[in-house]
């Protein structure tokens, strides 16, 4: 029989090797990665959060394109504009300001382009929230 083959989920994190916050948030992503396999096996009436086991964790340090930026931006939301960019408040200057100078890319942001969400952060928990497997799934 001919099934098709899910494609893997994409989990982008762009990463500041000198930077220890971004440094924790690699470290958290290669652990649920390399457990979510275990995590999906165990009771599933436990309270505990099932991880996602299907995604493809892609870690880079190189800049996102205008374009990626431009949707991580739109992933986030209006309010938090500026925890993706230096110094933004809205999506136009965020542009701006990035075109102008790619340093302002606050790192590390982690992004679920398959689910539309993305986050700037070190903390585990947040990243683990957004890596929990959603019940309608």
């Keep these: 029989m001919f099934r098709f083959h899910k494609t893997l989920d994409i989990i ?13 948030a690699a470290a958290v992503l290669k652990q649920v ?6 995590a999906a096996t165990e009771d599933q009436a436990s309270n505990k959060p099932i991880y996602r086991s ?3 964790l892609n ?5 996102p394109t205008a374009d990626q930026v431009k ?3 739109e992933y986030v939301g209006k309010n938090k504009i500026s925890s993706i960019i230096k ?7 965020a542009i701006r300001i990035f075109n102008k ?10 992004v679920d382009w398959n ?23």
């Design 71 to 73: 949707t991580i931006l």
């Design 87 to 93: 110094g933004a408040t809205s999506e136009t200057e």
């Design 115 to 137: 689910n539309g969400k993305a986050i700037a952060t070190e903390k585990e928990s947040e990243i683990l929230k957004m890596l929990e497997q959603s019940s309608d799934k």
């Design 101 to 110: 100078t790619p340093d302002s890319f606050k790192r590390p942001v982690v």
């Design 54 to 56: 299907d995604f493809e």
């Design 33 to 38: 990665s390399t457990n979510a396999t275990e």
């Design 12 to 24: 982008t994190l762009f990463h500041k090797a000198g930077s220890p916050a971004s440094v924790r």
């Design 59 to 63: 870690i880079t340090e190189e800049p």
